[in-house]
């Protein structure tokens, strides 16, 4: 298309979406992680170390989870392996003060171990997590979901209904942009290699030249501020598969995402300290795969992480590239929700994930909210996290 035809992008279509988020404070996976130890079971964040993603409301969700994680593991014995967490958002982290974690040693069992995580901040909890720990059992049968092969960049995918057109009464019903079958070999068979998946800040780089002639002062800033966050972050990611972007740079409609994710320097410490880096990265991108299954609709001002849960399967360097694909499941009455799994280039799951979270806009029509003086989840003091997508 030429420049002379093509769409120049608003300052409203590239202000930073509620569904894309910023990354990290530095290359360090490690140091975003790092907690000091206070007391038996007590901990705290480093000051100065919590991430506030562009746009959003408190830290980012997933250095609470990964720094959750990190002070439960410091609870246990070291036979045992975190398997799975399940954890909630409560209130909005401040990232001018610590987060204090504490830790209740809920069992030790034989071959399972339960953790339960608060953390806090001014006296108040802003997040709870469970985690649970087990015995190694390796010999044990094994099955694992594979990922389906790519259906390819030539096949289309139906436009959805965008959330301004969308009645209360109407679904959304989109085509998978994957096949039904099962790869040959290799199950991530299909989809770009890490190699070759362009990095995910690369579809703003090539916007500002081809369009550095077109584009507002105004613009040109905010987007080289997002790429040297992406550039400068620990969690390096990739886009796994084709056309996940117009020509803008900015998300198609579908359901699914796909994303080659490693840290950008190898994670310090054993298994657990692995699987609190995954954890952190998690968060990237996850929720963002409900907004595009409802079109990308601007009416969506308001994104936050309620829950979030992983299992974990396999031991993994996240220092080696692994595929976290996304798949949205359902959205309606101002939630949404998502599952996710986390591949080895060989093709072996690792995790498999959930997350459900607030998806908020406003519909023409919809009704007044009646005041009211008590302060619930979903007002500005008391809100999770909120997700600026970027």
């Not at 070291?78 to 909630?88: C, E, F, G, I």
């Amino acid at each position: 298309m030429s420049q002379s035809k093509r769409h120049v992008p608003t300052d409203d279509e590239l202000r930073p979406p509620v569904y894309e988020e910023g990354s990290n404070v530095g290359p360090n996976i490690s140091q975003a992680l790092e907690l000091e130890d206070l007391d038996r079971d007590l901990y705290r964040s480093r000051q100065g170390s919590l991430w506030l993603p562009a746009n959003a409301r408190g830290v980012f969700g997933g250095q609470v989870i990964g720094q959750a994680l990190t002070a439960a593991n410091r609870t246990v014995r070291d036979n045992v392996r975190v398997h799975s967490l399940h954890s909630y958002f409560l209130l909005s982290g401040d990232v001018t003060v610590p987060i204090y974690y504490f830790v209740t040693r809920l069992r030790d069992g034989g071959s399972y171990v339960t953790r339960l995580v608060e953390a806090k901040q001014k006296g108040r909890c802003i997040f709870t997590m469970t985690v649970s720990y087990q015995v190694p059992e390796p010999y044990r049968p094994r099955f694992a979901i594979a990922l389906p092969r790519s259906a390819g960049s030539s096949d289309k995918v139906e436009q959805p209904m965008s959330l301004s057109t969308l009645k209360a009464s109407e679904e959304v019903s989109l085509p998978s942009r994957f096949s039904r079958e099962r790869a040959e070999g290799n199950i991530v068979e299909g989809l770009p290699s890490y190699e070759d998946a362009p990095l995910n800040e690369e579809r703003y780089l090539r916007l500002l030249e081809e369009m550095k002639d077109h584009l507002p002062e105004g613009i040109k800033t905010r987007l080289k501020t997002w790429i040297k966050d992406r550039q400068d972050s620990a969690i390096e990611i990739r886009d796994a598969l084709p056309n996940m972007y117009d020509e803008n740079g900015l998300p198609m409609p579908g359901y699914e995402q796909a994303f080659w994710m490693r840290t950008r320097l190898p994670v310090q410490g054993g298994e657990d300290a692995q699987k609190a880096a995954l954890a952190y990265a998690s968060d990237l991108q996850f929720l963002g795969t409900v907004t595009k299954a409802l079109g990308n609709s601007r009416r969506i001002k308001m994104m936050a992480t309620l829950d979030h849960s992983i299992w974990f399967y396999e031991p993994f360097d996240f220092h080696e590239p692994m595929l976290f694909f996304m798949q949205a499941q359902a959205a309606s009455n101002g939630r949404g929700l998502v599952f996710g799994r986390f591949y080895k280039r060989d093709g072996t799951l690792v995790a498999v994930l959930s997350q459900e979270g607030l998806v908020r806009g406003k519909n023409e029509g919809e009704p007044a909210r009646a005041s009211s003086s008590s302060k619930g989840k979903d007002e500005g003091d008391s809100s999770s996290s909120s997700k600026a997508k970027l």
